[in-house]
């Protein structure tokens, strides 16, 4: 079992930035292990349905991104500090939304919210105009 906490959320003006982690942690969960798995960045808006907003594959592998974020967002991993990262540039008030990460106990990365096993409890970003 994998349990995931993310930290980082908040509110930010039109414009601005944000960077949102995601740390790892299990009672078999090594770091070298954490690295052959794929992680996730999904986000919520309220009335909406959970969407994906980007993905890397294992180790320091291929990244995935939405149409509406590619270019503003950028996701990394710290695979010693069993940690995810998201950098959200240039944010705009459509970004408002809960920023959930997930992972996925595959090494390839997907687009699915099925295809990941868990997830962490949500980080809320509000951007304002």
């Known amino acids: 079992q994998v349990q995931l906490v993310e930290s980082g959320g908040g509110e930010v003006q039109a414009g601005g930035s944000l960077r949102l982690s995601c740390a790892a942690s299990?009672?078999?969960?090594?770091?070298?292990?954490?690295?052959?798995?794929?992680l996730g960045w999904f986000r919520q808006a309220p009335g909406k349905e959970r969407e994906f907003v980007a993905a890397i594959s294992r180790n320091v592998g291929s990244t995935d991104y939405a149409a509406s974020v590619k270019g503003r967002f950028t996701i990394s991993r710290d695979n010693a500090k069993n940690t995810v990262y998201l950098q959200l540039n240039d944010l705009k008030p459509e970004d408002t939304a809960v920023y959930y990460c997930?992972?996925?106990?595959?090494?390839?990365?997907?687009?699915?919210?099925?295809?990941?096993?868990?997830w962490g409890q949500g980080t809320q970003v509000t951007v304002s105009s």
């Open positions: 997930a992972i996925r106990l595959f090494p390839r990365a997907g687009r699915q919210a099925g295809e990941y096993n868990s």
């Open positions: 299990g009672r078999t969960l090594s770091s070298y292990i954490f690295s052959t798995y794929a």
